[in-house]
């Protein structure tokens, strides 16, 4: 809510509606208010300024570079135009700097906030208009299911003829395993293994990243969707 000033010219006050102010700024605006020789301005920020700060769930496969310039894969578990939560294997140290590299919002730069058990929370440094873009590419990916655009397990799932399959990671390693199911995009495969998130690893023939976890096994994104014509029970991957 903006007034102009000119409208309390006769008015010893003003009225704000609490439930629009965080608790911190309803504390703020009290304080203001009691303390003001003449009329104040309280101005409550619009609906899509609060969406720079609000974050959203959302998964989505990268890769980061700590200040020593190691790399490692990592995953998203929330986001804002302002951080983001990632899980991964290396932790950084508080302050250190970071360049992420995201799917679908690409190269970004930051500092780590905090640490957690699986991974570390990532303030962002951008620009205004910068933040903008990555406010505007959250929405769409909160939203791309109501939008009708598939995406992981939204795809039609299939149970394999033949279930059974080799697991081939970097370095060589190999598995045998069980394809749970399958869609044009991905596959649940019971697994013991619990390589990390973003690991790339062949599922038979065809090149995945590991992308979850579940009980008994793991959930991998293939490289290159499944064609339609291909997308049936007895496909052999």
Same mark, same amino acid.
């Given at each position: 809510?903006?007034?102009?000033?000119?409208?309390?010219?006769?008015?010893?006050?003003?009225?704000?509606?609490?439930?629009?102010?965080?608790?911190?700024?309803?504390?703020?605006?009290?304080?203001?208010?009691?303390?003001?020789? =003449? &009329?104040?301005? +309280?101005?409550?920020?619009? @609906?899509?300024?609060?969406?720079?700060? #609000? /974050? *959203?769930?959302?998964? %989505?496969?990268?890769?980061?570079?700590?200040?020593?310039?190691?790399?490692?894969?990592?995953?998203?578990?929330?986001? =804002? &135009?302002?951080? +983001?939560?990632?899980?991964? @294997?290396?932790?950084?140290?508080?302050? #250190? /700097? *970071?360049?992420?590299? %995201?799917?679908?919002?690409?190269?970004?730069?930051?500092?780590?906030?905090?640490?957690?058990?699986?991974?570390?929370?990532?303030?962002?440094?951008?620009?205004?208009?910068?933040?903008?873009?990555?406010?505007?590419?959250?929405?769409?990916?909160?939203?791309?299911?109501?939008?009708?655009?598939?995406?992981?397990?939204?795809?039609?799932?299939?149970?394999?003829?033949?279930?059974?399959?080799?697991?081939?990671?970097?370095?060589?390693?190999?598995?045998?395993?069980?394809?749970?199911?399958?869609?044009?995009?991905?596959?649940?495969?019971?697994?013991?293994?619990?390589?990390?998130?973003?690991?790339?690893?062949?599922?038979?023939?065809?090149?995945?990243?590991?992308?979850?976890?579940?009980?008994?096994?793991?959930?991998?994104?293939?490289?290159?969707?499944?064609?339609?014509?291909?997308?049936?029970?007895?496909?052999?991957?």
């Amino acid at each position: 809510m903006e007034a102009h000033p000119k409208e309390f010219r006769n008015s010893p006050r003003i009225r704000v509606r609490a439930s629009e102010l965080s608790r911190e700024a309803l504390v703020a605006v009290m304080i203001a208010v009691a303390t003001a020789s =003449s &009329p104040v301005v +309280v101005r409550v920020p619009a @609906a899509d300024e609060r969406r720079r700060h #609000e /974050r *959203v769930r959302v998964a %989505l496969l990268g890769r980061y570079m700590l200040a020593d310039r190691r790399e490692f894969p990592c995953q998203t578990v929330d986001m =804002s &135009p302002g951080g +983001v939560l990632l899980t991964c @294997a290396v932790q950084g140290s508080v302050g #250190e /700097r *970071v360049v992420l590299y %995201l799917e679908q919002i690409g190269r970004i730069e930051g500092t780590v906030a905090r640490v957690v058990p699986t991974g570390f929370a990532m303030q962002l440094t951008a620009t205004s208009r910068k933040r903008d873009k990555i406010a505007s590419q959250l929405t769409w990916l909160a939203n791309r299911e109501s939008l009708g655009l598939p995406e992981g397990r939204s795809y039609e799932r299939l149970v394999p003829r033949q279930a059974g399959v080799t697991l081939r990671f970097e370095g060589g390693r190999e598995s045998f395993a069980r394809i749970i199911d399958f869609s044009m995009a991905g596959a649940a495969i019971a697994t013991g293994l619990r390589p990390a998130i973003g690991a790339s690893v062949n599922v038979g023939q065809t090149p995945c990243r590991v992308v979850r976890y579940f009980e008994g096994g793991i959930g991998v994104r293939f490289l290159l969707p499944i064609s339609p014509d291909r997308f049936h029970d007895g496909l052999v991957l």
